[in-house]
């Protein structure tokens, strides 16, 4: 399995299959992604909030703003963000992305402080480092026909197709 840098993520972001919508440079460090919050669910719709403020032990569901599609040789591992737990918020979310995932993150975080903590859209969530655990199955060789099939789908997406839908 490689850890991808820096030049790669970029590379799979913007050009090759699009794997971050809403990638932005700033959030790429040598070996990991920052990724963000992009709405909140209550209840069972996103609130469409800019902001939510977390009583002591109160939860909430986070949405990430950007939108993964991994190619099917890439696996990512979740890490939460320190800032967070400085500010005592547990952030619950499984620990990877799987290969050939496309979709929003869904995390829920929690206030274990004894203070109310203020959360915002566009705050960071977590880091995610990419890896890819088969060398031999490359997404941009022509020799690979499944590869290069699977490029194309993922060319063809459009990111209004998920306008209106509800998360829960």
Not at 84 to 111: C, Q, W, Y
Not at 114 to 126: A, S, Y
């Amino acid at each position: 399995m490689e850890l991808l840098t820096r030049s790669t993520i970029r590379i799979l972001a913007t050009r090759d299959c699009e794997m971050i919508t809403h990638f932005d440079e700033r959030n790429l460090d040598q070996v990991f992604y920052l990724f963000h919050i992009g709405d909140f669910v209550v209840g069972e719709k996103a609130a469409h909030q800019e902001k939510i403020t977390l009583a002591p032990l109160e939860s909430v569901t986070a949405i990430s703003l950007e939108r993964f599609m991994l190619p099917n040789n890439i696996i990512a591992s979740i890490s939460t963000r320190s800032s967070l737990n400085l500010k005592k918020i547990a952030m619950f979310a499984s620990t990877h992305i799987d290969p050939l995932f496309e979709g929003r993150l869904e995390v829920l975080l929690s206030n274990l402080s004894q203070v109310p903590v203020e959360l915002r859209k566009g705050d960071t969530l977590g880091k995610l480092y990419f890896y890819r655990f088969n060398a031999n199955d490359d997404i941009s060789s022509s020799s690979n026909k499944t590869g290069s099939e699977e490029l194309l789908r993922r060319k063809e997406y459009q990111l209004d197709d998920d306008t209106g839908k509800q998360w829960i």
